[in-house]
């Protein structure tokens, strides 16, 4: 099922479909055209948001100003906030990861290209969707953290923040899609000799970004649905005044949120990691300890999320629990600028436009780190919090940080993408104007949030100093935004040139510098024998091996099957995603009073008897598995028919219950309690659904007389699913039924 | 805009760090010992990599340099080193932390209540009984009970130089201290984005002598003056405040709005600085603009453009001039 074995293609096999035109980008589920097609897709949404960033700039330029209206500015900043996350930097480390994980560590393609093909058009599907709201009535204007009660119907009456959720929970999706098919391509279709500790450091760091995605976005998207359902059907879980909590929506968004800051910036370490090596002309410095550190600040990360709300009000207890849980993360963050400085000690730096841009992230990443430092120290938190001090702040590590990251990879990596080399020239100008514009823009707005400015103010009074700030910072904006125009300038003049670049411009060592640039759709004619983590430097260097070929080549290097770790994937994301709405009803159904309906109004005998059929059926299951291994079709048939007769015995009594709670006056918003039961057991019950379907998909082919032609892994995988729909349920009969009268 | 009358004298230019209580003073003073220990780290860096680009950068003809994977020593140096310094930050944080959350428990006796509402601030003075909006008069030295809450969204209660800043959260009680060491005029903001005028959710603190300070609650606690003694157009204007349905959300006297809480009581209206947030000054003719059109000011406030002819507008100034 894997493919692995795929060392050697010739290219007769590389497919005949049609290479150009519309229809073909379209169409395509080419691993490289796919990650173009990110790439450009958040291009052009780093012009919308880019603009929109301007469009604020130009109103904060002066006092009292009037350029936009408030209502204008505020939909601009919360578009700004979204579009830059979810539609700029995420689809650019994403795209990279589809262009270059498969040819870095020598795949033929991602795990399922199918998959990723259809993660991709959930992007532009998810930022139209967004941005159609312009047009139907407004543009969200809650900020891109939409903190209810002000991003709820009361106070929030068009339909901007709907298509706000909506859009994020469909890219969210996309998303967790492309993460498990990292996942899976990483785990399972590197040749042989590619162990994992011998992977390139951005396919590491892409890999624990994966992991990150996969669980954080789950967190996301409950979270959303709960909005969604307090702001289309009028249930009231972050609504005060009927008993919901604010505070809540703000732990499960940052729960989310934390995690993904390192979402944003883990893959522009692995670029950096990429590059610094490459021009220094010396390996990366600690390889093991960057790995080390990278899964470290993963692990951590979903452990500071309330360190966004030290102005909450949580107590000194809460405030210097996250202080230090986010202070420990500087330290293998620290770890990793002294390994990256470590790499350029030595070395023989060729200080080029990538280059120049790396250089540049360390020092502007550093600052960014630490202010937020400062602001780790929960009392400094306390003044400087939400004031202009941290724009500066999240500016300097997203944009110092990733983008310049991103502006590396664009620089080294471009002329793999197309065979040719960007203009040096132009680039030095691009990073230069890059370089002060940002600091021009962000650094003065450390002293605006010293000075008492606010954030997400339409404007502001003519306070001493104020006005001069701003307008620096505004200038500055322009400088910037005239460097992403050399940067288009460059792609656009560097595009009408003869590609010749040839396969290995840079003299790099990873494997994706071993075939011709671009890549054929076959990616590889031959991959040589991985013995090392410079493949072309031991290719290159044959009396100086980086490894001796014997010496690690037993290191533990598991192989999977991509279906099966695609799908434990999907089941560690959904599991996520149950568990916080699980939270979610414990957390609503212990610390509220309830009134009229509650848990006791459950009957839990008769939802025992639907139970007991659902986990039976896992049992089922597991016989009819064991007769398709023993290839006894008519009993596997025969289990097979019986599970999915056990699975609609508990759709139906599911129904059942909801029709009895329904004209008893239970429905989706009555109160707490019920909105908080209908979409837990209402999610579980849209799961078995879907597994029912799956499980219909492989008895049609069963029929047909498939399921032994090698599919036995795929009737394995969709039973993992089943059995975990079955599992999710013993937590929700448990928490629901049984435990939740006792709350 | 004119807010001259309250910006113009005395406002301080880095309020972060020109503290005037003991709480901002603790935290100005921490920050400034971290932002110290960040700008050493900083000189380590910039010299790791400036060093490195100065005395590393390629030379014409120069071989490759040899491989070089890494020193575990230098990483467990580098490892140990910041966790030190992280344990440093960790004991100055806790160190830093005090008493900055008062006992809820006592909210009960909370020297003044702030409620934050969409976009103006209200306070009620347990002792006194005194309603203000957007100013709040404070005793110089003494160290109050500021309990916060919220009519309607998340509000944020930000005065850098006199206190913490801490959510108004509905829902969810907070409180904080609130102190001033010197008599002035401290500017205040929201600090938590709550909707469409956010901007101008800003008040003042105004720190007064004790003695200043008994006057004002004085001249607080005094009725206004009564519309049945006033004559001519302030007459008028007294009758209009009802007719033109002003009087459903502005109470004046303890005469309750028909909607309480959805605007500030105008008692003492004339006693007060500014108007709409700070967003002008409360003077009679920027008091006739507002009125003229509240919407052309403050784009998006709850008070709407009630389409008063300029008569009724010089009616309603004058009656309200009269509410010192």
């Given amino acids: 099922m894997s493919q692995t074995a795929t060392t050697v293609m010739t290219g007769e096999q590389a497919g005949h479909h049609e290479h150009t035109g519309l229809w073909s980008w379209i169409a395509t589920v080419d691993h490289k055209r796919i990650g173009l097609l990110y790439l450009g897709t958040a291009l052009f949404f780093l012009l919308t948001g880019g603009v929109e960033a301007l469009m604020m700039r130009i109103q904060l330029m002066r006092p009292n100003n009037d350029f936009v209206s408030p209502e204008l500015f505020n939909q601009l900043f919360t578009m700004h906030g979204t579009t830059m996350i979810f539609m700029v930097v995420m689809p650019t480390l994403i795209g990279f990861a589809n262009y270059f994980v498969p040819l870095m560590i020598g795949a033929r393609d991602m795990a399922y290209p199918r998959l990723n093909a259809m993660a991709y058009w959930f992007l532009p599907f998810g930022g139209l969707l967004m941005h159609f709201s312009w047009l139907a009535g407004g543009a969200p204007s809650a900020g891109w953290f939409s903190y209810a009660p002000l991003s709820e119907t009361p106070f929030n009456s068009t339909h901007g923040v709907d298509y706000w959720a909506l859009g994020l929970f469909v890219m969210g999706i996309g998303s967790i899609s492309t993460s498990i098919n990292i996942i899976a391509t990483i785990v399972a279709c590197r ?112 452990g500071v999320w309330a360190h966004h709300m030290f102005t909450v009000g949580l107590g000194n207890a809460a405030d210097a629990f996250f202080a230090a849980s986010t202070m420990l993360i500087a330290v293998p963050t620290g770890i990793k600028i002294f390994n990256w400085g470590a790499t350029l000690w030595g070395g023989s730096i060729r200080l080029n436009t990538a280059m120049l841009f790396c250089m540049a992230f360390l020092i502007e990443f550093t600052i960014g780190g630490l202010s937020g430092i400062t602001f780790a120290v929960a009392p400094i938190d306390w003044q400087m919090n939400a004031s202009y001090y941290l724009v500066a702040h999240f500016h300097y590590v997203i944009f110092g940080g990733t983008y310049f990251a991103m502006m590396a990879g664009i620089y080294y990596w471009f002329p793999k993408m197309t065979g040719r080399i960007l203009s040096e020239s132009l680039g030095k100008w691009h990073f230069w104007a890059t370089v002060i514009g940002f600091n021009m823009t962000f650094f003065v707005q450390h002293f605006l949030g010293f000075m008492g400015m606010p954030r997400r103010v339409y404007t502001y009074p003519d306070l001493p100093g104020w006005a001069t700030l701003n307008l620096i910072s505004t200038i500055g904006s322009f400088i910037l935004g005239t460097s992403a125009f050399l940067l288009v300038v460059n792609v656009i003049l560097t595009s009408r040139k003869p590609a010749n670049a040839g396969n290995n411009p840079w003299n790099a060592w990873t494997l994706e510098w071993l075939t011709t640039s671009p890549p054929p759709e076959h990616n590889f004619d031959y991959i040589p024998p991985v013995h090392g983590r410079r493949p072309l430097w031991d290719l290159q260097h044959p009396e100086l091996p980086d490894d001796a070929p014997a010496q690690k080549e037993a290191f533990w290097d598991p192989i999977f099957d991509k279906f099966k770790v695609g799908m434990a994937c999907f089941i560690a994301s959904e599991s996520f995603f149950f568990l916080m709405l699980v939270i979610g009803f414990v957390f609503y159904n212990t610390s509220l009073h309830m009134g009229a309906f509650n848990a006791h109004t459950l009957d839990v005998p008769k939802s025992s008897i639907f139970t007991v059929a659902l986990l039976g059926s896992s049992v089922t299951l597991h016989i009819a598995e064991h007769y398709m291994e023993a290839k006894r079709r008519a009993a596997f048939l025969g289990w097979f028919i019986f599970t999915i007769a056990l699975g609609l015995v508990f759709l139906i009594g599911q129904g059942g219950e909801y029709y009895h709670l329904f004209t008893t006056g239970v429905t989706l918003n009555a109160n707490l309690f019920s909105s908080s039961f209908f979409i837990l057991t209402g999610f579980h019950g849209f799961h078995v659904f879907v597994g029912l379907v799956l499980l219909l998909i492989v008895l049609i082919f069963a029929f047909v007389g498939d399921y032994n032609s090698g599919k036995g892994e795929i009737v394995k995988t969709i039973g993992w699913y089943w059995h975990f729909v079955d599992a999710v349920w013993i937590v929700v009969f448990s928490t629901v039924y049984l435990i939740g009268p006792h709350l | 805009m004119n807010q001259d009358v309250i910006f113009n004298s005395h406002v301080a230019t880095i309020p972060v760090f020109q503290p005037l209580a003991a709480q901002p003073a603790t935290i100005a003073h921490l920050f400034t010992t971290v932002l110290w220990i960040c700008a050493g780290i900083m000189v380590v860096v910039c010299s790791m990599v400036f060093g490195a680009l100065i005395k590393y950068r390629h030379k014409e003809g120069a071989p490759e340099p040899k491989p070089y994977f890494g020193n575990h020593t230098v990483e467990i140096i580098w490892t140990v080193m910041p966790s030190l310094i992280v344990l440093w930050l960790v004991w100055l944080t806790i160190d830093g932390m005090g008493q900055y959350y008062p006992d809820l428990s006592k909210k009960d006796q909370a020297d003044i209540t702030v409620v934050g509402h969409q976009w103006w601030w209200e306070a009620h003075y347990k002792d006194s009984g005194v309603v203000v909006a957007n100013e709040i008069h404070i005793p110089v030295n003494k160290k109050l009970y500021v309990f916060l809450d919220s009519a309607d969204v998340i509000h944020n209660f930000w005065v850098p130089q006199l206190a913490r800043k801490l959510d108004a959260i509905p829902g969810f009680p907070n409180a904080i201290y609130l102190e001033a060491q010197k008599p002035g005029t401290y500017l205040g903001a929201c600090d938590e984005y709550c909707g469409v005028q956010h901007a101008w959710m800003r008040f003042l603190v105004i720190a007064q002598t004790p003695e200043d300070y008994a006057a004002w609650v004085k001249a607080q606690q005094a009725p206004a003056a009564s519309p049945a003694r006033l004559t001519g157009s302030a007459a008028h204007g007294a009758k209009l405040f009802h007719d033109m349905t002003c009087a459903n959300c502005h109470a004046i006297n303890n005469v309750p709005a028909l909607y309480p809480q959805t605007a500030p009581d105008l008692t003492h209206l004339v006693s007060r600085q500014t108007l709409g947030g700070c967003i002008i000054s409360n003077t009679p003719a920027e008091l006739t603009r507002w009125l003229h059109d509240p919407q052309a000011i403050k784009p998006g406030c709850r008070m709407p453009n009630l389409k008063l002819s300029d008569d009724q507008v010089a009616d309603l100034v004058n009656y309200l001039e009269t509410l010192q």
């Fill in chain 1, 191 to 302: 040749p042989p000799g590619m162990t994992l500790f011998r992977m390139p450091l951005f396919v590491w760091m892409t890999f624990v970004n994966s992991f990150l995605i996969t669980l954080a976005m789950p967190i996301l998207n409950a979270s959303l649905v709960m909005l969604f359902v307090d702001r289309l059907f009028a249930a009231h879980f972050f609504l005060p005044e009927h008993g919901g909590s604010a505070v809540i929506w703000q732990h499960f968004f940052w729960a989310f949120g934390h995690p993904e800051v390192y979402i944003l910036v883990l893959p522009a370490f692995g670029m950096v990691s990429e590059v610094i090596p490459v021009f220094a002309r010396r390996p990366i410095f600690g390889y093991g300890t960057m790995v080390g550190s990278v899964v470290t600040i993963a692990v951590l990360s979903f």
